[in-house]
């Protein structure tokens, strides 16, 4: 059994409030990442692929292929995109970052099977000082 | 002559865009930095001061202090804000990179001054990929 | 299952060495890392603590509240202070990045129960080529 | 339980491809990687061990002693070598991250055993956008 | 005058050494990096340009047009390329980071012309601890 | 003319403070820097040399060299000491990073003449925050 992490980056506006909790609450709740004008991040997404070294080509598997699952399915939806606004597979949920390594995991999960792997963790880090993982349950 | 830098840091939501264009002029000059529903960015920036060394402390000037100017002059202003619309300094500029660097070298200037210092550059990483610097003239 | 971890830093001087040890034995056995003097380091603690997303906020912890227990616990504790002699949880033990992972988690824990989440790791690094970690067991 | 992880690099030539394959068939499968003319990375190797902590020194491991295993027999086979020509344990087999994860810790692991603790991973990192891991099993 | 840096990323092969040269005077002189068997590098390159902030778009130059001209120009000669080999610009040179710089310059110069900046600096980073800047004189 | 640049590495212990000022002045003017247990950093230092390239070698200087004279003469006296006790060319000096970084320009200057370049630059990074550098006058 063999870990291969692929990193890809995106840049995204988000805003973390309840549109049932009045300005007030959401700033009490989620401090200046509610405010209502949007701010933004430069996210890494880390993805982790696990499964056994293809004796053919020394791969677990093939990078290209894995950056472009990765690009299309995650990067393409995320990129200079609003989190709350434009983004599917995060509608009605809190634009928090746990909840997007869940989503991301859940877009990811079925391509990343077809490619004769199995996904092990999305890491998606917000700043320096902040990071996320999910294992899948 | 000795040269100190900080560095702070700001998130925010920003886009790129001219109010005189139409959306599809907006994109084929901008691409998807147009994005009408903003995008966002983790900026860096490094503030570089230079002048004598004080014989009594040992210091060009006192980094709390300089810290604490950038923090009130621009974190304060920039921080989870949307530079478009937040950002007094910015207001009525493109929301560029470039222009970033020169409004926060207009606003830090006189500050440094009252420090006993000169401001020697202004930079500002939007990406690990690009930055700006501002000398001054 | 979600994991959150947070960094925080400090700056402190530290020595390896055994007071029931020659200098020679000492420098024998922990090198320059025991003289005399003192040296010392940036340190970097990653903390992750582990739990469920809370469905109110979409996180598993307030991250401000997560960094104010740390800091309060532990970065007030060492930023610009000496291991060996100022650091109550470090008396009489080896001032080693090993011993410091386990006192930091035994700080921790208590007060990241408390927060409604588990600590999974502690994890200090004490140089770009050098780090620790601490699972709790 | 401690674990410790230990930086060393190494910057190396290496090229994907299979004698029994066309060139073009290489081309297609490992792309550009397959360059009859050899390419390079600066690669990072970060070897975790586990164990428990010596109560006499306060380490897992002495770290001095760990750089030295390492860099006797891993960095000194690899530094500016050619992966495919000139490291013995890699003969035979594809220069691939996955092989060569897998090779040193097959190299390592009798060494970290007689200092007296356990390999737990080898993680190779081939540029800022890929790295493998290699827990043993 | 502004100042716009934008990093690129190639990994190459190469070797320095003279044909001139015995190979006990090659490794006399340059080290392993005479090597043979090549070794190789993941290069990071930094061109700055400078220049005024276009009032219509805010911008000293469209960055998404520079990393267009870097990458034709630069990156596609270079990438997984042997320096000493296959590089029509650094024929005939030494295929040291100085010569490189040099030689980077000198294709860039003319397209950074065309897109209406001049080209300040060419920084080439070998490893975390080598790098080289030229200015163009 | 080209620029190189080699970055070394120290660790050391060191404290703000005249010995003229009691202790609540130390505080006032130093804050904790001025700690009387000493606390320490992992310094960076990077060490920019100038010159014309030598058409013999392609190189400005020898990297090894350049390596053995920083070494030599900067970290075998700075490494693992305490600043303010043990190093004799910052004897008598507030232990600053500006008095540090034209301290080793004083010591370097003569050894990089007399590698056939020029000094140009001694850049001292205390924290990921801070970093000062000098430029000889």
């Known amino acids: 059994m063999i870990y291969i992490t692929r ?15 009045s300005d007030e609450k959401n700033l009490e709740i989620f401090g200046k990442c509610s405010n209502p004008n949007w701010h933004g991040h430069n996210y890494e997404l880390f993805v982790t692929v ?19 699952i990765i ?3 995650i990067i393409l ?11 599917e597979f995060m509608k009605d949920k809190l ?4 909840n997007l390594a869940v989503g991301i995991w859940q877009e990811l999960e079925p391509h990343i099977k077809a490619l004769g792997a199995d996904l092990h963790c999305v890491k998606v880090t917000e700043s320096e000082n902040n990071f996320v993982e999910y294992f899948g349950d």
């Open 7 to 21: 990193r890809e980056r995106f840049n995204a506006a988000h805003r973390l409030f309840r549109e049932d909790f």
């Open 50 to 68: 696990k499964g056994e070294i293809n004796k053919q080509t020394g791969f677990l598997v093939n990078l290209k292929r894995l950056s472009k």
């Open 71 to 73: 690009r299309e399915n």
């Open 77 to 87: 939806k995320l990129d200079h995109k609003n989190i709350n606004l434009e983004v």
């Open 95 to 98: 634009a928090s970052t746990e």
